[in-house]
């Protein structure tokens, strides 16, 4: 299985830090994507990263992807109450797969 | 506004009532999918679709039909619904599967509940 594995299953910090997650995989990819969703709503892109990057930034977001070791990490920086949300990591090779994602509160 | 609908966004049915779930997207898109979503189990794909009239089986597809004849809908079919497919579902799609995956835009999801 391709299946992405994030860690921690859930993370609690206060408006104004920094919030880092964790994907791991099994599989070679040709790229990563995270995902948020707000509870119970259908999930928002965030971010791609290809295969042969190794970092990328959008706005507050921050993703590393290192494939040696089969793994992405997600930094949201000085994060807001609004923050809050799941967060998911989607590998695709020949098959898209979700991980059962990282839930994160931010507290005002 | 490019977006993905589904219709119903709550439905409450009884065993063995069939049962079809809307999608539909604007966006032109050929790749489209279908998710379901439960506690400690995460998404797990159903079917999807590459392009019209070509569907495949996702992780979980027993229990469930759908059909592609138009580009733009993409419905889901539960033709003898049972209380273990009470969970909420998500339509997406993506301009096209190059052999791996794009950004998939989601919809708002559907919550089923099989009594």
């Known amino acids: 299985s391709q299946q992405g594995e994030e860690d921690p299953q859930a993370l609690s910090i206060q408006e104004g830090e920094n919030a880092t997650m964790n994907c791991s995989y099994k599989?070679?990819?040709?790229?990563l994507q995270w995902y948020r969703q707000n509870s119970g709503r259908g999930l928002v892109h965030l971010i791609l990263?290809?295969?042969?990057?190794r970092e990328k930034h959008s706005g507050r977001l921050r993703v590393t992807l290192d494939t040696s070791k089969k793994s992405s990490s997600l930094l949201i920086t000085a994060s807001r109450a609004a923050d809050t949300a799941s967060y998911f990591c989607?590998?695709?090779?020949?098959?898209?797969?979700f991980g059962e994602g990282t839930q994160l509160t931010v507290n005002p | 506004e490019a977006q993905v609908t589904q219709n119903p966004r709550y439905l409450i049915t009884v065993t063995g009532k069939k049962l079809t779930v809307t999608c539909s997207q604007n966006?032109?898109?050929?790749?489209m999918s279908w998710y379901r979503q439960d506690p400690g189990l995460g998404l797990r794909q159903i079917y999807y679709?590459?392009?019209?009239?070509?569907?495949d089986k996702g992780d979980v597809p027993e229990g469930y039909k759908v059909s592609r004849k138009e580009k733009r809908n993409f419905p889901l079919i539960l033709e003898s619904p049972s209380p273990n497919q009470t969970s909420l579902y998500f339509c997406?799609?993506?301009?096209?599967?190059?052999?791996?995956?794009?950004?998939?835009?989601f919809g708002p999801g559907t919550r089923l509940t099989v009594t």
């Open positions: 997406a799609s993506s301009l096209e599967w190059l052999g791996f995956g794009l950004e998939q835009y």
């Open positions: 599989t070679s990819i040709n790229n």
């Open positions: 990263i290809r295969s042969n990057e």
């Open positions: 989607v590998t695709s090779g020949s098959r898209l797969t």
């Open positions: 966006m032109n898109h050929e790749y």
């Open positions: 679709s590459m392009n019209v009239e070509v569907t």
